[in-house]
């Protein structure tokens, strides 16, 4: 057992320690093409290991996820896939505008 506020910290506490890392380390991205496809592999195997839990036990990983149809639950995904990508690309621009500006 573990407060629901452990997991609230645990996935945000993150956001500023990267964007910390941000300004003090430039980073080197992949080609878009591969990066994008990198990113909807790992996301299609998550988002399989879901499904796969929901149909081996009954119980959803996340239980917003028993609100949703299955038109629902798809588009869900697809929202949050995209979301994710989108989420990538700006992290690129943003890299390579801060580094840019100091070179």
């Known amino acids: 057992f573990s407060p629901p506020w452990t997991n609230h910290a ?16 430039p980073h080197t991205f992949p080609q878009t ?20 839990v929901y149909l081996s036990v009954g119980i959803w ?7 949703f149809s299955p038109v629902g639950l798809l588009g869900f995904f697809c929202f949050n896939m995209s ?10 621009k ?3 505008y801060m580094w840019r500006q100091t070179q």
Do not use: K, R
């Open 10 to 25: 645990m996935h945000t506490f993150v956001l500023p320690v990267l964007l910390g890392e941000a300004l003090v380390q």
């Open 33 to 52: 093409e591969h990066a994008l496809a990198a990113l909807g592999v790992v996301g299609l195997a998550y988002l399989s290991w879901i499904v796969w």
């Open 61 to 67: 990983v996340y239980p917003l996820l028993e609100n």
């Open 94 to 96: 943003l890299n390579s």
């Open 83 to 92: 979301l994710v990508s989108l989420l990538y690309l700006l992290g690129d």
